[in-house]
């Protein structure tokens, strides 16, 4: 089990590339499965997720090559529709080949995914919407879906869920006739989604009201595509930036989507700018190193603050200025990492789904395991903030998001080294 070492107190400085979006490429590669021709997905983020969902891919039967940052997916020899226990066990978003192998086969066999660290997290709407469009589904302990056809519908989402719309999408752009998906999901990755299927062939058009219009049954060719910047890896360094004190830019084709996040370092007194394919930020003025605390802040989805990157934000605030709340609106236990940075004397009160943050001068080194993958980010950010040495003791889930965490960090001037 490799594990990282980090001290902290280095103001991060200099420049890094983001990798490509880990929750925009899973979506795109259970896309590779429907229509014909090869698909090439360039700028594809090297991390456990990828690897996971590509495994999953090949028991199906694509024919997968990966080089360089870029994954070749040939799903023309297609002939499984069942994934084991086993094989979905590794990766949550699995349950996004329930659309595309339905699309695809009108059959899917699939574990039935479990809670996992930060919720419950159901997939009611997940099987609602794509009864809407003709699947029919049975099995107790498993999901075994069949549609005798697929044809489109009215699917009024009541919340709008991401991997509800992604797999909504998935299995409308092959049924006949056209889909409205009311309430979807507005995060950029479906945006990318869609794009994706467009360069395909796809008719799909966001409407001004945020619905998603999808045009079926217009067969999908080969595409060549590339993966936009990681939103929440670029969060996650601008965060650790802010709280270090430090002034980087972070190169990022699309600094357009991160949306609140500008807004909340803009709260922190940190300044901050987008030009030229990157996003610049400087913290060296604020005072004692010490951004300024947020008074309240809510988790919601896109446009509103990401969830993903609630535990970053709680990291760079526990030393902040001041009092801040944060609300998470959006999962119901992502506050475990809190319990993480109380061990290293951060002083945080939780009260149901508010976290209460009282920013302290100093944080110190300490032993730490990381409860997620978003916790585990928060957790290096919070080293680099402490004082002395600070292990994180477990990988693996950082590892699921992140490329390569202490590369990027040790560009920026980071003390932080991975021991295997
Ligand atoms: C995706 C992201 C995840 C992000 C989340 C919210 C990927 C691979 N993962 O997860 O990183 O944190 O969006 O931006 O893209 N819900 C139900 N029933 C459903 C579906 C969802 O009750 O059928 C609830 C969930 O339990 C959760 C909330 O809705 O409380 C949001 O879930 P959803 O938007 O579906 O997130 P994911 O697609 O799982």
Redesign the pocket.
């Known amino acids: 089990m490799s594990y990282l070492e980090i001290r902290g107190g280095v103001p991060l400085c200099g420049e890094v590339k983001v990798q490509g979006s880990k ?1 925009g490429v ?1 979506p795109i590669l259970a896309a590779c499965m429907l229509g014909t021709g090869v698909c090439v997905i360039e700028n594809c983020p090297s991390i456990r997720d990828v690897n996971d969902t590509l495994e999953i891919m090949k028991m199906l039967g694509c024919r997968v090559e990966q080089y360089a940052g870029t994954v070749r997916v040939d799903a023309s020899e297609v002939c499984r529709y069942e994934i084991t226990a086993m094989e979905a066990a590794r990766i949550r ?1 699995s349950v996004l080949f329930l659309g595309a192998l339905l699309g695809r086969m009108k059959k899917a066999v699939l574990p039935l995914p479990g809670g996992c660290a930060i ?8 099987l609602w919407a794509l009864a809407h469009l003709g699947a029919e589904f049975s099995g107790e302990t498993r999901i075994v879906a069949s549609a005798e056809e697929l044809h489109g519908d009215i699917v009024s989402l009541p ?6 719309t992604e797999n909504t999408i998935l299995a409308a752009v092959c049924a006949s006739g056209e889909t409205l998906i009311e309430n979807a ?1 507005r ?1 950029p ?1 479906i945006d990318e989604l869609c794009e994706f299927l467009n360069c395909r062939g796809a008719r799909i058009n966001r409407e001004e009201n945020g619905s998603i219009r999808i045009c079926g049954g217009i067969p999908l060719g080969p595409v060549c595509y590339r993966m936009k910047a990681d939103r929440i890896v670029t969060g996650t360094y601008l965060l650790a930036a802010a709280a270090t004190g430090g002034m980087v830019r972070i190169v990022n084709d699309d600094a357009s989507r991160l949306g609140m996040l500008t807004e909340v370092l803009d709260q922190m007194e940190v300044s901050i700018s987008c030009r030229e394919g990157a996003v610049c930020l400087d913290a060296q003025h604020v005072s004692e190193s010490r951004v300024c605390a947020v008074p309240y802040l809510e988790t919601a ?1 896109h446009p509103g603050f ?3 990157l609630q535990s970053p934000l709680m990291a760079a605030l526990c030393r902040a200025r001041g009092r801040s709340c944060i609300c998470e609106k ?3 236990n992502r506050f475990c990492t809190a319990d993480e940075l109380k061990k290293m004397g951060a002083k945080i009160e939780i009260q149901g789904s508010l976290a209460v943050i009282d920013g302290v001068a100093q944080l110190h080194a300490g032993t730490l395991v990381p409860p997620d993958l978003r916790g585990g980010a928060a957790l290096v950010i919070a080293a680099l903030q402490a004082k002395g040495s600070t292990v994180i003791s477990d990988m693996t889930y950082i590892d699921r998001g992140y490329e390569a965490i202490e590369r990027d960090l040790a560009r920026l001037g980071a003390d932080i080294r991975r021991y295997r």
Request: aromatic share 8%.
């Open positions: 929750n899973l978003s919720g419950a997290r159901p997939i009611d709407q997940h919340f709008p869920s991401v991997g509800a999901a995060e990755e989805p990401p969830t993903d959006v999962f119901e």
